[in-house]
């Protein structure tokens, strides 16, 4: 079978949970003799690379671990290329890149900027599955956050959005061209039952089914046992840091507990927030407990978890997943979450293999990070009781099934 993956942005410049998401799943199928072919678009690329196929629209291919790639970017890019859902100025590219590939499935990981793939699929009458891996398709930012970060609940078919959000009127027609996508897809899939479940609650009803994100344990180092009971307790924070991440929340409460004995570890870059960048700087220098290790490559967890006691996923807007909860556990590190990630309540018990913290409350995750510099033996109680995650071939027999029934 011949898939065509569609994703915002992909690797090597981008690597969050979604883009981990293609490339796992895209190597599983690899294994299982299928084709695959990820679309992406260049949002950062310089056009050096790049040649024009149609129009002021560019491509380049290249190989990221074997997998073959194909990115798109116009020669300008649109101011408005993150927000609208449909790109009519990106089909013409599109359907000559299908034409000549005669995909089988096409599935989009992510709508953002590619989302116009549905339609130049559904005039091939190719079947295409979405994925929704956040809410972008209800909430222009993605996450349900104000523009002062505070928690927003529903975007009242697009009300709340110019209410609140001081969003612009085509919000309308974006909703509308969101709802489209959604309802005229062949299949839905969704890795977290959260998720699912605020898409049901704002009206969209179409049956979603819910498959657990697989881990590659192919590429996991199994972490030898080790006794905590005295020593640094190295805290991990690993992603984009950014605040509606909880990167500020996180590091506010660590330098509030008064202990000796506990680092916290910054794995990630920061894009577009300066005032993070600025919130980073100033705790460096004011606490020299907190270390910022920068971005860094997915080849390197295995040493990043071997060097970790425990991982903090501190979102403080919603996280429709959470897919650095699953990698932790399934090298046998414990994670704090807070309580509005989507795979906290998949795979965290509170208390018993991680703890739950409110993210309404950050006192509580200053509390557990107290606790735990008390007592740290209670990091070997946590381990002990972690249930490793599904793994990534369970995933992709899973998903291989939805292909085959509609091909």
């Not at 130049?120 to 599955?129: H, M, W």
């Not at 000796?260 to 570890?265: E, F, T, W």
């Not at 950050?362 to 002990?384: F, V, Y």
Request: charged share 25%.
């Amino acid at each position: 079978m011949k898939i065509l993956y569609v994703v915002h942005d992909f690797f090597p410049r981008f690597y969050g949970g979604t883009e981990r998401y293609v490339y796992n799943l895209s190597k599983q199928m690899q294994r299982m003799g299928h084709f695959v072919t990820v679309l992406t678009y260049g949002i950062e690329d310089s056009l050096d690379n790049y040649t024009r196929i149609i129009e002021d629209i560019h491509s380049r291919s290249y190989f990221y671990y074997g997998i073959p790639v194909i990115s798109i970017r116009h020669g300008m890019i649109p101011a408005d290329i993150g927000y609208m859902i449909e790109n009519k100025s990106l089909e013409g590219a599109i359907e000559k890149i299908i034409k000549e590939k005669s995909f089988d499935i096409i599935h989009i990981a992510h709508p953002m900027r590619m989302s116009s793939c549905y339609r130049v699929a559904k005039r091939f009458g190719i079947p295409t599955v979405l994925t929704l891996t956040d809410f972008w398709l209800l909430c222009p930012r993605g996450r349900f956050y104000k523009p002062d970060y505070s928690l927003c609940n529903s975007p009242e078919n697009g009300q709340k959005c110019i209410k609140e959000c001081a969003v612009n009127v085509n919000v309308f027609e974006r909703y509308k061209e969101a709802k489209r996508l959604f309802d005229e897809v062949d299949a839905l899939i969704s890795p977290s039952r959260f998720l699912i479940e605020i898409f049901q609650i704002n009206g969209w009803d179409k049956n979603i089914v819910h498959i657990n994100h697989g881990v590659d344990y192919k590429n996991i180092k199994p972490l030898s046992p080790v006794s905590k009971q005295q020593g640094d307790i190295i805290f991990a924070y690993t992603g984009v840091v950014a605040r509606f991440k909880g990167a500020d929340l996180l590091i506010n409460s660590f330098t509030e507990v008064n202990a000796d004995n506990i680092i916290l570890k910054i794995y990630g870059n920061i894009l577009w927030d300066m005032q993070m960048n600025n919130i980073l700087n100033s705790a460096v220098k004011k606490d020299k407990r907190i270390i910022i290790k920068g971005k860094y490559e997915h080849s390197e967890l295995p040493f990043i978890m071997s060097d970790t006691d425990i991982v903090v996923v501190p979102s403080t807007t919603l996280e429709s997943y959470g897919l650095v909860v699953v990698e932790s556990m399934s090298y046998g590190v414990p994670v704090i979450a807070s309580d509005i990630v989507g795979s906290a309540y998949e795979f965290i018990t509170d208390g018993v293999n991680g703890f739950l913290f409110e993210a309404s409350k950050p006192e509580s995750l200053r509390n557990i990070i107290e606790k735990i510099s008390q007592a740290p033996s209670i990091i070997n109680d946590l381990k002990a009781n972690i249930t490793p995650p599904p793994r990534i071939e369970e995933e992709a027999f899973q998903v291989e099934c939805i292909y085959k029934q509609l091909s």
